[in-house]
């Protein structure tokens, strides 16, 4: 049986974690350079409340 390569797996690991982070980074300066929702994504006090997903007031 052979025996595990515990070596290429920590460099799958931190390569993963590296994109990740490089990911992360892409994204907060896009936000930074575009504004609060500016890029297609409402902002939460913009956002319509759904009815259908409001809690019941009779329910309880």
């Given amino acids: 049986m052979a025996t595990p390569n515990y070596g290429y797996e920590k460099r799958q690991k931190e390569l993963a974690k590296k994109r990740k982070k490089e990911d992360k ?23 319509p409340i759904d009815p259908t997903q409001a809690p019941d007031p009779q329910a309880g």
């Fill in 25 to 47: 980074l892409k994204e907060k300066n896009e936000r930074k350079t575009h504004g609060p929702g500016e890029d297609g994504a409402p902002m939460d006090a913009e956002s």
